[in-house]
């Protein structure tokens, strides 16, 4: 059962939610910049924004930042994610307030969209910091084959999954023109992006600040139970009404189905069977290419090539080569049939 209040996070969280209990935390912070005055910077119309933004004045952006984090540790169960969303300017707040806590960190993450603020004699921001921490003392979730399976490759057989997990992330802003939206609103490819990799079916998502719900919305739409905070009510009120209009789970035939994985023995202790079969495979027949062979050895075994080629540098095990034709010129004696 969703539950979704129109309160303070902080206070908001004390009253509702137990210890230990959040398995994902994905949120988007006010980033104490100024947040109702934004419209000029990024020259933009903002007549369909929905009024009531809460700002956090810069002063006090530091003791903001320790206080909602140091809540949020407490509901994240042993092993759960955080995601932070966070622009450049109150960053080092952000992470100072992280480093104060038992949390470690995972991965920073950059996510690059497609405009910035207007600017004329500073370079043009244009991206966002994503902080990925855990909290230590579970098994966390990472789902890395969640989107593309492991043998899957594009352009000039560049692996996909390795592209896909890269820590920049290159992700377009979606537009609304016309409709009712908060100030800042994080795209769904963002948002399912990261709740696929860091939560399963039935897990609790929790987003400290809803804004726009966007992050509830696509929580409820992946199967999973959201759970968050919005202090403004007329941004509540409209989060709420988009909310009630998703139908829990409607969203997984969205997502992408990634092809079985072919290296299922990958990272597993090699056995004596496994050794046999490819040194058989080496050695039975002379091979173009080295990348053949260990093409072949890791489809036989279900292993990477990486995993393949450490193993045969500490056996000493060599590729067959072809046999190379004579070199200089050939003398072909014929016997001539007199009879």
């Known amino acids: 059962m969703p539950r979704l209040y129109n309160e303070d996070c902080v206070e908001g969280a004390r009253r509702h939610i137990a210890d230990g209990t959040v398995d994902l935390i994905l949120t988007d912070p006010p980033y104490g910049i100024g947040g109702d005055k934004l419209d000029k910077h990024y020259n933009r119309d903002e ?96 789902n890395t084959y969640c989107r593309y399976g492991d043998s899957e490759t594009g352009q000039n057989g560049s692996s996909l999954n390795y592209l896909d997990r890269e820590d920049v992330f290159v992700i377009n802003r979606e537009y609304q023109p016309g409709e009712a939206k908060n ?35 696509v929580a ?11 202090i403004s009510k007329n941004a509540f009120d409209m989060g709420m ?27 597993k202790p090699w056995t004596d069977e496994e050794r046999g079969i490819m040194a058989a495979i080496l050695g039975t027949r002379p091979w173009e290419t080295k990348k053949d062979a260990i093409g072949a050895v890791c489809e036989a075994l279900g292993r990477g090539k990486w995993g393949v080629e450490n193993e045969m540098k500490r056996l000493g095990l060599a590729v067959a080569k072809p046999l190379e034709a004579p070199s200089g010129p050939v003398s072909v004696q014929t016997t001539l049939d007199t009879r």
């Open 183 to 217: 100030k800042n609103e994080l795209p769904w490819e963002l948002l399912s992006k990261l709740i696929s990799y860091s939560s399963n079916p039935g897990d609790t998502v929790c987003d400290m600040f809803l804004g726009g719900f966007s992050t509830a919305i």
């Open 47 to 142: 007549s369909f924004v929905v009024g009531g933004y809460v700002e956090v004045p810069e002063g006090e952006y530091g003791e903001f930042s320790r206080e909602w984090i140091g809540e949020a540790v407490r509901i994240l169960r042993p092993g759960g994610s955080i995601y932070i969303v966070s622009g450049y300017t109150n960053l080092h707040h952000v992470l100072n307030a992280l480093h104060s806590t038992d949390l470690y960190e995972v991965n920073h993450l950059i996510w690059k969209y497609n405009f910035g603020v207007h600017t004329t004699k500073k370079y043009v921001s244009s991206h966002y910091h994503i902080l990925f921490w855990q909290k230590p003392g579970g098994a966390p979730t990472f």
């Open 241 to 267: 009404e988009r909310f009630l209009a998703v139908e829990e789970g409607e969203f997984l035939g969205r997502l992408r189905v990634p092809a079985k994985n072919r290296r299922v023995n990958g990272g």
């Open 220 to 230: 409820k739409g992946m199967g999973r139970e959201p759970i968050g905070f919005e």
